[in-house]
Nanobody, 125 residues
Framework: EVQLVESGGGLVQAGGSLRLSCAASGFNFDDYVIGWFRQAPGKEREFVAAVSRGTYYADSVKGRFTISRDNAKNTVYLQMNSLKPEDTAMYYC?????????????????????WGQGTQVTVSS
């Protein structure tokens, strides 16, 4: 059974930092892109960042967020610095439907098949 479990969310002041973790199991972790998405109240879920052999980011977080993975631990991290109130959202990690060597580089949530339960990030002004 594929499982993705997020942790590390919380309440932080604007300008602060948080590191989210996504622990994966039940599939060949090394072979798939793992992405982070977020959903704020009243808004659609949006892409944040993803990692395979390389990384890619939404423009809104470039230069502030860093995604990384530890294949030995089957874990992906999202280091979030210089947080803003508009970063407040539920953050989800998800695994891509295709292997990384297929050229997968999607930001579309429909292309990610398995999802975690989410972790809440709240940034106060």
């Amino acid at each position: 059974e594929v499982q993705l479990v997020e942790s590390g969310g919380g309440l932080v002041q604007a300008g602060g930092s948080l590191r989210l973790s996504c622990a994966a199991s039940g599939f060949n972790f090394d072979d798939y892109v793992i992405g982070w998405f977020r959903q704020a109240p009243g808004k659609e879920r949006e892409f944040v960042a993803a990692v395979s052999r390389g990384t890619y980011y939404a423009d809104s977080v470039k230069g502030r967020f860093t995604i990384s993975r530890d294949n030995a631990k089957n874990t992906v991290y999202l280091q979030m610095n210089s947080l803003k109130p508009e970063d407040t959202a539920m953050y989800y990690c998800a695994s891509g439907r295709s292997r990384w060597d297929s050229g997968f580089r999607s930001t579309n949530q429909a292309d990610f098949g398995s999802w975690g339960q989410g972790t809440q990030v709240t940034v106060s002004s």
